[in-house]
């Protein structure tokens, strides 16, 4: 018998952003609790790498299939939250 597809997981606004901030916090090593949601994901210093493996992490946690391009279809934190939720 195959394995069933993940569920996707309906998150809100403020819980994907919350995901994104813990996640950058811990990838780039540095205080979320200090980050314009705003401001562009290439001036946390992310690489094209990181970004990648951000957009399968998120695919994960959500459940649903998503474009490695994401981030820079939708750059900030808050567009990208916006855009999934």
Do not use: C
């Not at 994907?16 to 210093?45: M, T």
């Not at 981030?71 to 990208?80: A, C, F, M, N």
């Amino acid at each position: 018998m195959s394995q069933s597809k993940s569920v996707v997981q309906h998150r809100s606004v403020v819980e994907i952003q919350q995901w994104l901030l813990i996640w950058l916090s811990k990838e780039l090593e540095f205080d979320a609790s200090n980050v314009d949601i705003q401001e562009p994901f290439v001036n946390f210093g992310l690489s094209s790498r990181q970004a990648v493996i951000l957009a399968g992490d998120l695919e994960d946690w959500l459940g649903m299939t998503l474009e490695p391009t994401l981030l820079w279809e939708y750059p900030t934190i808050q567009e990208l939250s916006e855009y999934l939720a």
